[in-house]
Nanobody, 119 residues
């Protein structure tokens, strides 16, 4: 049973920084893709940033230049460095991981970690 455990959320003032981490366990296979999504109250869950096993990254336009995703596929971890945080970044942040095993896509989600940006 694959589990994703997030850490690093919390309360931060506008302009501050936070670093989220996600560690995966329970799988003998590496992940093809790991990502961070977020969901604000009353809104849909949206992609924030993703990284592939080839270290290709992509970001939501709203976080480009402020957030950086990094990962270690061997260790099955992914991090999200968030700088210059804004109140609109407030949301629950979810870790996501995907594996393609002999043509079957397996997707996993963490339980989420709250990020609140407020003065």
């Amino acid at each position: 049973q694959v589990q994703l455990v997030e850490s690093g959320g919390g309360l931060v003032q506008p302009g501050g920084s936070l670093r989220l981490s996600c560690a995966a366990s329970g799988s003998m296979f590496s992940f093809n893709k790991m990502a961070w999504y977020r969901q604000a109250p009353g809104k849909e869950r949206d992609l924030v940033a993703a990284i592939t096993s080839d270290d290709v990254t992509n970001y939501a336009n709203s976080v480009k230049g402020r957030f950086t995703i990094s990962g270690d596929n061997a260790k099955k971890t992914v991090h999200l460095q968030m700088n210059s945080l804004k109140p609109e970044d407030t949301a629950i942040y979810y870790c996501y991981a995907a594996q393609n095993i002999v043509g079957v896509l397996y997707q996993y989600w963490g339980q989420g970690t709250q990020v609140t940006v407020s003065s």
